[in-house]
């Protein structure tokens, strides 16, 4: 079946520094999106991207959905301590058959910044 | 608007026990999602419905889980008999057809002793 990459597995930054991490699959996904879980809470979407090469931007952070439809990277610009958590991306399979709907998870990147 | 709704927040039962995971979707929503969340595993998902009509299972471990959507606004998640390895966070999330994006709910933690 499908899988995502998603690299690094863990970062301990200080604050007010930059974070990037990425996506890479072995499958063509129309969208990619990009989700935050804070600790006892369900993921929350960040950022949802659905076309290839595109840049989207919400406040600090950027993702951009390659333009191979096979990866997409995330970056967090100026980090403050609540930016801790969980960042999971997710990809979602070309439309059409039973997988429509049905998003696949990477690992998730574990952030901790510290003040 | 009040937004995927689980219940319990938290379960801890014993093995061989039946346990009953509960969702209720945003309104109008037409898709329902349930996943399973370890440290080892990750987010895993286990079944997902669309207009309460099951498409897609194979994520289901074994016979002990079912799941059932007996109308748009509910949805259990049913583990019988449970075992110590089903323990870990289950998700509830749903989503509009089109709209690609899957809102959460908090997760009920289950711990089976």
């Known amino acids: 079946g499908q899988q995502l990459n998603q690299s690094p597995q863990s970062m301990f930054i200080q604050e007010g520094e930059d974070v990037s991490m990425n996506c890479t699959s072995s499958s063509i996904f129309n969208t990619w999106l990009w989700y935050k879980q804070d600790p006892g809470e369900g993921p929350v979407l960040l950022i949802a991207l659905y076309k290839a090469g595109e840049l989207t931007s919400n406040g600090r952070l950027t993702a951009q959905f390659g333009i191979t439809r096979k990866d997409s990277f995330l970056n967090i610009s100026a980090s403050i301590p609540s930016d801790v958590g969980i960042y999971f991306c997710a990809g979602q399979l070309i439309p059409g058959g039973t997988s429509y709907g049905k998003l696949t998870f990477g690992q998730g990147t574990i952030l901790t910044v510290h003040p | 608007d009040a937004g995927v709704i689980q219940s319990p927040r938290h379960e801890v039962t014993e093995m061989g026990q039946e346990v009953t995971l509960r969702c209720k979707p945003i309104s109008g929503h037409d898709y329902l999602f349930w996943y399973r969340q370890t440290m080892m595993r990750g987010l895993e998902l286990l079944i997902y419905f669309n207009n309460n009509v099951p498409i897609d299972d194979s994520g289901m471990p074994e016979d002990r889980f079912s799941a059932k959507m007996p109308n748009a606004s509910f949805s259990t998640l049913k583990i019988q008999p449970s075992e110590p390895r089903d323990s870990a966070v289950y998700f509830c999330?749903?989503?509009?057809?089109?709209?690609?994006?899957?809102?959460f709910g908090p997760g009920t933690r289950l711990t089976v002793l």
């Open positions: 999330a749903s989503s509009l057809m089109g709209t690609d994006t899957q809102y």
